[in-house]
């Protein structure tokens, strides 16, 4: 069953805090980050606080064993588990920067479960400093979107994404996120996909205001770790039982056992008691 692409944004959905805020907060750099943060674009200055940070003699050791520690949700592994086991494609879309994303994965152990981690560049230079760039270089390429920050757009990510597994065949997308930076992509989901924004963050409040209308997934909200692994493996169920059926369909066969393994009564509460 590999039908199914499952789009993850990083801070505050896969690990519960946003991973920036929680290297500049754990290494005591929070009041200069504050100061600057009206002089310039949030990823400029994540690249600065690398320089204030090194300058301070904070090794990139330091920065490591700090993102090591990073809160998360305890179902939150075992759902990136289960969704890659029943044959999803599983991608990162992140604006925050390769190393931390990198080395908080594969902390976890889960590096190898992501084909794509599409976020902003970073590296370790010969000075031993934390080097960070933007996505899409705004100086000479600016993307042109009004809903993004000038150095990513996740619904230009999401669009080239969508263009790369066409050629693959029929792909239902299911993506999950909490921030603003998620609302373009949600705007990009087509009809039959899926879109799983956190209750009560910024995308969910988006939704809610304005946009319900204009997004053509079908939304599923979580508050946790605990619901996100639910409700994630529920829908990867759902699609995994519509693509049985139409094969069952064409093949004129149903195979009740088959549908009932698969928590028919969960995925389709509307339906009927079957009377005795
Ligand atoms: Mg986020
Ligand atoms: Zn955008």
């Given amino acids: 069953m590999a039908g199914i692409v499952v789009v993850f944004d990083f801070d505050k959905t ?22 600057l943060l009206p002089t310039m674009p949030w990823n400029s200055l994540m690249d600065r606080m690398m320089e204030e ?9 330091n920065i490591a064993g700090v993102l090591k520690r990073v809160p998360i949700h305890p179902r939150i592994v075992p759902a990136i588990k289960s969704a890659h086991a029943l044959g999803c494609d599983l991608m990162v879309v992140s604006d925050a920067n390769l190393f931390f994303i990198e080395t ?9 479960y992501f084909s794509e981690i599409n976020t902003n560049p970073s590296f370790v230079n010969e000075e031993g400093r934390l080097r960070i760039s933007p996505y899409h270089d705004f100086h000479s390429s600016p993307h042109g979107c009004p809903l993004c920050p ?28 909490d921030g603003s930076g998620d609302f373009c992509p949600s705007l990009k989901l087509k009809e039959g996909d899926y879109l799983m924004p956190r209750k009560n963050f910024p995308l969910w409040n988006l939704i809610c205001q304005n946009s ?10 979580w508050s946790d770790g605990e619901e996100l692994e639910q409700i994630l493996l529920q829908l990867i169920n759902t699609v995994a039982m519509e693509e049985e059926k139409n094969k069952s369909t064409s093949a004129q066969l149903f195979s009740v056992d ?12 509307q339906a009927l008691p079957v009377p005795h």
């Fill in 53 to 61: 940070l090194h300058a301070q003699g904070k090794t990139i050791e």
């Fill in 258 to 269: 088959c549908m009932y393994s698969m928590s028919a009564h969960e995925a389709f509460p």
């Fill in 104 to 112: 908080i994965l594969n902390h976890l152990g889960l590096r190898d």
């Fill in 14 to 35: 896969i690990i519960d805090v946003d991973s920036d805020n929680w290297v500049v907060d754990e290494l005591g750099a929070t009041d200069l980050f504050n100061q």
């Fill in 212 to 221: 319900m209308h204009t997004i053509k997934a079908e939304i599923h909200e």
């Fill in 150 to 177: 000038p150095n990513m757009c996740k619904g230009l990510i999401l669009e080239r994404i969508q263009a790369s597994v066409s050629m693959e065949g029929k792909k239902k997308f299911i993506y999950l996120g």
